[in-house]
């Protein structure tokens, strides 16, 4: 869920720790260390936050969120895509399910549901607003013309 949500990297997701996550309001911001040294918030609704919070425990703030069962390690990204494909997997999805096609589904979700494209692209950490255009895809149906005033 967190994958989706935040449009995080799978290796920046692997690297959270518990006091990179914080409450806020109902819902909960976290703190990411992404590529190139830049670091953001992104922030969560109440559901993502209520699937998180019963994960700490008592883990100390230098914890990972997401431990390996073998030694309380962070996990590796290719065990948070044998995970995300065994997701896929049991909730019948057939396509090549992977953390970047979750990524990639929540900027085309967004986009999709009118999130403007500088936002998309502070939450997923591009540098450049060309690289989150690849997302926006021509809808034959729909025109830009319909947003002006005529």
Request: aromatic residues 6%.
């Amino acid at each position: 869920m967190l994958l989706y949500a935040s449009g995080g990297r799978v290796s920046e997701i692997c690297d959270l720790r518990w006091r990179d996550l914080q409450a806020n309001g109902d819902g909960a911001q976290i703190t990411v260390f992404g590529k190139g040294g830049r670091t953001r918030t992104v922030q969560h609704p109440p559901s993502v936050a209520r699937l998180l919070m019963p994960l700490k425990e008592d883990a100390s703030p230098e914890e990972p969120v997401f431990r390996s069962r073998k030694g309380g390690q962070a996990l590796q990204p290719v065990a948070v895509l044998r995970i995300v494909r065994l997701a896929a997997h049991r909730a019948g999805v057939e396509l090549r399910v992977s953390p970047r096609w979750l990524r990639h589904a929540h900027a085309s979700h967004a986009l999709d549901r009118g999130a403007p494209i500088h936002l998309v692209q502070a939450t997923l950490g591009y540098a450049s607003i060309t690289t989150t255009g690849r997302y926006l895809y021509a809808r034959p149906k729909d025109s830009s013309s319909r947003f002006l005033a005529l």
